[in-house]
């Protein structure tokens, strides 16, 4: 990681980089503006349909939707860690970076692959659906605790990294009841969709992963107006490969 240059002068106010952590943020936050929207939607019918999971909004009517919500929150996701890896948070070969980058390539499969639609029958799309998202959710655990660790006693940005550190550990800790699905699968034969309230699990997982997304997405935003990453020489090496 670069060393912070003490002597450098305040970057202004108008840094393109401050533009790209909004505008990566903001993103984001229409993310769950959309998703958030087609579940209250659907509440005003039955809560039944909370069971069910948010890729099966993409085979049906609401498909769009579904698609530029998600691909929002890509754009947000890439532009969130271009400013953290311009302004010196991390590097772009760092473990965090690319586990960053591998949420948002699992998250594009989900949108290019929908879902399987069972009453057809299995797909190879719906295969490739299942695999980024699984990419996607167990990427942003680690891409969140990653960047975080070597700043959380940092003087400067040890407040943002704390909570980012904290919301990766929360999504890890959320996709637990999956895990534990897919355990009882091997052990006793059965689904292991049908183990837990999936649509349920899926959202809380989906929420704590998001929000982790924005406070790394208000820590670009801080730094982007900062002169330097850090107000102390800090090379860590456990974030690179």
Request: a positive charge.
């Amino acid at each position: 990681m670069p060393t912070a240059d003490p002597t450098s002068t305040t970057t202004p106010s108008n840094s393109p980089t401050r533009f790209i952590a909004l505008a990566g943020s903001l993103s984001v936050l229409l993310t769950v503006a959309l998703v958030g929207g087609l579940d209250l939607y659907r509440l005003t019918d039955s809560t039944r349909h909370l069971r069910r999971t948010i890729s099966e909004y993409a085979l049906g009517p609401h498909r769009w939707v579904f698609d530029t919500a998600v691909l929002l929150l890509v754009f947000g996701s890439v532009a969130i860690l271009t400013v953290l890896v311009r302004r010196g948070i991390a590097e772009w070969n760092s473990a965090g970076s690319v586990a960053f980058a591998a949420w948002s390539v699992g998250l594009t499969l989900v949108v290019i692959f929908p879902k399987n639609n069972w009453a057809i029958g299995p797909s190879l799309s719906g295969s490739i659906h299942r695999f980024g998202s699984l990419l996607a959710f167990v990427a942003l655990p680690i891409a969140a605790t990653l960047l975080a660790r070597p700043w959380r006693h940092d003087p400067v940005w040890g407040g943002h990294a704390r909570w980012t550190f904290r919301f990766g550990l929360l999504s890890a800790l959320a996709f637990t009841p999956i895990l534990y699905a897919i355990g009882v699968n091997a052990v006793v034969g059965t689904s292991w969709w049908r183990v837990i309230p999936l649509g349920y699990v899926e959202r809380l997982l989906v929420l704590t992963e998001v929000v982790a997304v924005l406070v790394a997405g208000a820590w670009a935003i801080a730094v982007a107006r900062s002169a330097q990453p850090s107000a102390q020489e800090y090379r860590p090496s456990s974030t690179s490969w």
